[in-house]
């Protein structure tokens, strides 16, 4: 049997080889967990026990035993369907767990909550935009993208348009998004270990980091999905713990909504057609439509997609989890009326009377205020706010891995074995780790105030262009790829030029908080996280600031004119923009240089197309583009077939499309 050791290249028996490499990989981290769960015991904050340390030592542990467990149990025989789409026969509900588990990170724990206690809880009509999003996206697009049997989505991007400048252009996007979120993600959950129990942020990057990197290299996607769907029920579990703890030291919900609505915090309904408005009913619901209609296009949804056994399984896990989108948010949301209700009882907001400098500390500091006396509660917090980050940090490695196969390598490397290939998609699992983390450590390094020139940057200039491209792909039969190029360009330009001049233009202004708690019961203004980065505030989902005068806060704005004007633009509507953007410029451009009229599109490859001969993939019409990967596999298929209609054209030819690739 063919294996790795180090870097030498030896063979030795199948058992024996992956067992002893498995402890190799595995045997340092529990040592390195105990070594930490010390240091954090020295430095422990008020607050925290060992019963807390404990809980959260052995809550990640669980997790890393998943991955090891898969590990184990595919040993003898992994191939890089296996290693990235669980094998293409993973049940529909824990993919659902894993789909949501993915992009409701950390980030929304402590985002969330902190923009309800001081913008209000109108975020959720987001949430809700997003279900109609997700229906829509399951019937249009779930259908093409599984019948394709591919591993990464940009490979759709080159068989639409006939061009692999297309295909990378896409990879490339998505690669640093996913690159610099996952740093992100690494950073924020850092900065929150070390507030509430005194760790390191260089250490806590480093095992987060690790973690990831072992259970995702290990069991691959099986592990993934599988870890998510544990650290998905952590995060359920998180949640209700503060809530329902929360409306018992308050005095109830109805005492919670009571003060909440007295507040000012429940304000879901904002009709303002202004979109320099911040938050309006038609920014967040009508604008995450438009904007998430294309969500199932980043790599990570359209790994779980084609990482169910049929057709039908992908579009129950697409329904299943539509709604549960909502459901954690407004759990979260809910977070932050329980916080904003407790601080009015006791007449002490702790960001006016000096306790914490950013409000995404809020929940921090709930958690010590609510379970100070219930010993465990609190590690049963950080670990599901720790499994939150771990669920997208593994989930977008998993992502890389797939990219940088598929995308980069596989395409100049089509001869190589299976065995080796999926060793290549593990140490491209390792390599994100390095890069995530190198990338953390910059972003550590520089002034809290560019941080959210970062994550808004890179999100503006990445999500907002690649979901035009998507759509413009499958909703225009006439785009071509010199269209794709163009609109994809003019989107970056576009929604970057709006970008940084909303930043850094000093005509605009941010929108104010709320009115805030009272400090009349504030008997001790120190701050209480004296964390190396007091002042950020761009964990959330959103960029916070500092309150100004409610009066006359937004007058500014009648003296912003010319080209500035466009810089009022609430960033709800960025999306939207680079979306239209990339249609209206690619379809121009299309149909200047001539559309398809001498090649015409493939109609499976449009969300249009409707099969009217029968189940199979591509009907009597279909062109021979990707045809033999086209039968649809249903539940009642047996192994051998299902493995076999699963392997696409690509992988089967061991060579490109034979088509010009036209770069």
């Given at each position: 049997?063919?294996?790795?050791?180090?870097?030498?290249?030896?063979?030795?028996s199948?058992?024996?080889?992956?067992?002893?490499?498995?402890?190799?990989?595995?045997?340092?981290?529990?040592?390195?967990?105990?070594?930490?769960?010390?240091?954090?015991?020295?430095?422990?904050?008020?607050?925290?026990?060992?019963?807390?340390?404990?809980?959260?030592?052995?809550?990640?542990?669980?997790?890393?035993?998943i991955?090891?467990?898969?590990?184990?149990?595919?040993?003898?025989?992994?191939?890089?369907?296996?290693?990235?789409?669980?094998?293409?026969?993973?049940?529909?509900l824990?993919?659902?767990?894993?789909?949501?588990?993915?992009?409701?990170?950390?980030?929304?724990?402590?985002?969330?909550?902190?923009e309800?206690?001081v913008y209000?809880?109108?975020?959720?009509l987001?949430?809700?935009?997003?279900?109609?999003?997700?229906?829509?996206?399951?019937?249009?697009f779930?259908?093409?993208?599984?019948?394709?049997?591919?591993?990464?989505?940009?490979?759709?991007?080159?068989?639409?348009?006939?061009?692999?400048?297309?295909?990378?252009?896409g990879?490339?996007?998505?690669?640093?998004?996913q690159?610099?979120?996952?740093?992100?993600v690494?950073?924020?959950?850092?900065?929150?270990?070390?507030?509430?129990?005194?760790?390191?942020?260089?250490?806590?990057?480093?095992?987060?980091?690790?973690?990831?990197v072992?259970?995702?290299?290990?069991?691959?996607?099986?592990?993934?999905?599988?870890?998510?769907?544990?650290?998905?029920?952590?995060?359920?579990?998180?949640?209700?713990?503060?809530?329902?703890?929360?409306?018992?030291?308050?005095?109830?919900?109805?005492?919670v909504?009571?003060?909440?609505?007295?507040?000012?915090?429940?304000?879901?309904?904002?009709?303002?057609?202004?979109?320099?408005?911040?938050?309006?009913?038609?920014?967040l619901?009508v604008?995450?439509?438009?904007?998430?209609?294309?969500?199932?296009?980043s790599?990570?949804?359209?790994?779980?997609?084609?990482?169910?056994?049929?057709?039908?399984?992908?579009?129950?896990?697409?329904l299943?989890?539509?709604?549960?989108?909502?459901?954690m948010?407004?759990?979260?949301?809910?977070?932050?009326?329980?916080?904003?209700?407790?601080?009015?009882?006791?007449?002490?907001?702790?960001?006016?009377?000096?306790?914490?400098?950013?409000?995404?500390?809020?929940?921090?500091?709930?958690?010590?205020?609510?379970?100070?006396?219930?010993?465990?509660?609190?590690?049963?917090?950080?670990?599901?706010?720790?499994?939150?980050?771990?669920s997208?940090?593994?989930?977008?490695?998993?992502?890389?891995?797939?990219?940088?196969?598929?995308?980069?390598?596989?395409?100049?490397?089509?001869?190589?074995s299976?065995?080796?290939?999926?060793?290549?998609?593990?140490?491209?699992?390792?390599?994100?780790?390095?890069?995530?983390?190198?990338?953390?450590?910059?972003?550590?390094?520089?002034?809290?105030?560019?941080?959210?020139?970062i994550?808004?940057?890179?999100?503006?200039?990445?999500?907002?262009?690649?979901?035009?491209?998507?759509?413009l792909?499958?909703?225009?039969?006439?785009?071509?790829?010199?269209?794709?190029?163009?609109?994809?360009?003019?989107?970056?330009?576009v929604?970057?030029?709006?970008?940084i001049?909303a930043?850094?233009?000093?005509?605009?202004?941010?929108?104010?908080?709320?009115?805030?708690?009272?400090?009349?019961?504030?008997?001790?203004?120190?701050?209480?996280?004296?964390?190396?980065?007091?002042?950020?505030?761009?964990?959330?989902?959103y960029?916070?600031?500092?309150?100004?005068?409610?009066?006359?806060?937004?007058?500014?704005?009648?003296?912003?004119?010319?080209?500035?004007?466009?810089?009022?633009?609430?960033?709800?509507?960025?999306?939207?923009?680079?979306?239209?953007?990339?249609?209206?410029?690619?379809s121009?451009?299309?149909?200047?240089?001539?559309?398809?009229?001498?090649?015409?599109?493939d109609?499976?490859?449009?969300?249009?197309?409707?099969?009217?001969?029968?189940?199979?993939?591509g009907?009597?019409?279909?062109?021979?583009?990707?045809?033999?990967?086209?039968?649809?596999?249903?539940?009642?298929?047996?192994?051998?077939?299902?493995?076999?209609?699963?392997?696409?054209?690509?992988?089967k030819?061991?060579?490109?499309?034979?088509?010009?690739?036209?770069?």
């Amino acid at each position: 049997m063919d294996c790795w050791i180090g870097s030498t290249y030896t063979r030795s028996s199948s058992s024996v080889f992956n067992w002893n490499h498995l402890q190799r990989n595995i045997a340092g981290v529990p040592r390195l967990l105990i070594k930490i769960w010390s240091r954090m015991m020295a430095s422990s904050q008020p607050g925290y026990g060992t019963v807390d340390y404990v809980v959260f030592s052995l809550l990640l542990l669980l997790s890393l035993a998943i991955g090891v467990f898969f590990a184990v149990r595919s040993r003898r025989r992994q191939t890089t369907s296996d290693f990235l789409l669980a094998g293409r026969k993973a049940p529909y509900l824990p993919v659902a767990m894993s789909y949501l588990a993915t992009f409701e990170s950390s980030i929304m724990m402590l985002g969330k909550p902190s923009e309800t206690y001081v913008y209000g809880s109108q975020w959720f009509l987001s949430s809700a935009g997003f279900v109609v999003a997700q229906i829509c996206a399951t019937f249009m697009f779930v259908p093409m993208i599984y019948r394709l049997n591919i591993t990464s989505i940009y490979e759709y991007l080159e068989v639409r348009f006939k061009s692999r400048l297309v295909r990378m252009i896409g990879a490339a996007l998505g690669t640093m998004q996913q690159i610099t979120y996952i740093a992100i993600v690494i950073f924020g959950q850092s900065l929150t270990l070390e507030a509430a129990i005194g760790m390191h942020v260089e250490t806590s990057m480093l095992v987060s980091t690790v973690l990831a990197v072992v259970y995702t290299s290990l069991g691959g996607m099986k592990a993934v999905i599988w870890t998510d769907a544990f650290q998905c029920a952590l995060m359920f579990i998180g949640m209700i713990a503060i809530i329902i703890r929360g409306c018992e030291v308050v005095g109830g919900g109805h005492e919670v909504m009571a003060r909440s609505v007295a507040g000012g915090r429940v304000n879901f309904f904002n009709f303002d057609p202004d979109p320099t408005v911040r938050h309006t009913f038609w920014g967040l619901f009508v604008g995450t439509i438009l904007r998430e209609s294309a969500f199932v296009f980043s790599q990570s949804s359209a790994q779980r997609v084609s990482s169910t056994s049929s057709e039908t399984q992908a579009k129950k896990m697409m329904l299943v989890s539509a709604p549960a989108f909502p459901l954690m948010t407004g759990l979260a949301l809910l977070m932050g009326l329980v916080a904003y209700a407790y601080y009015d009882k006791i007449q002490c907001d702790p960001l006016q009377s000096g306790q914490l400098s950013s409000p995404n500390q809020i929940i921090l500091l709930l958690v010590k205020d609510l379970f100070w006396d219930i010993p465990g509660m609190s590690g049963l917090f950080l670990a599901s706010l720790f499994s939150a980050a771990l669920s997208t940090i593994s989930s977008a490695m998993s992502s890389f891995s797939a990219n940088m196969w598929r995308d980069f390598l596989q395409p100049y490397l089509p001869t190589m074995s299976e065995r080796r290939a999926v060793i290549v998609a593990k140490l491209a699992v390792v390599l994100c780790g390095v890069l995530s983390c190198g990338v953390s450590y910059a972003i550590m390094s520089l002034k809290v105030t560019t941080l959210p020139q970062i994550i808004f940057t890179v999100s503006t200039l990445t999500y907002g262009p690649l979901s035009g491209l998507f759509l413009l792909a499958t909703l225009c039969p006439w785009a071509n790829f010199k269209g794709a190029v163009a609109g994809c360009g003019s989107g970056i330009v576009v929604t970057g030029w709006i970008f940084i001049g909303a930043t850094f233009s000093k005509a605009i202004k941010a929108t104010p908080w709320l009115p805030a708690v009272s400090t009349a019961a504030c008997s001790n203004s120190t701050n209480m996280f004296n964390t190396s980065a007091d002042n950020m505030t761009v964990l959330g989902d959103y960029v916070t600031t500092s309150p100004t005068t409610p009066g006359s806060a937004m007058a500014w704005k009648d003296n912003v004119t010319g080209i500035a004007r466009v810089y009022l633009l609430s960033y709800t509507w960025y999306g939207v923009v680079a979306i239209a953007t990339v249609m209206l410029v690619g379809s121009i451009v299309s149909l200047i240089t001539g559309s398809n009229t001498n090649d015409p599109v493939d109609p499976s490859l449009l969300a249009t197309y409707r099969l009217t001969c029968g189940r199979k993939h591509g009907g009597p019409d279909k062109q021979a583009t990707i045809q033999p990967d086209a039968v649809e596999v249903t539940e009642k298929s047996d192994l051998a077939t299902s493995q076999e209609c699963h392997q696409d054209s690509f992988t089967k030819t061991g060579s490109l499309p034979l088509y010009d690739t036209r770069i």
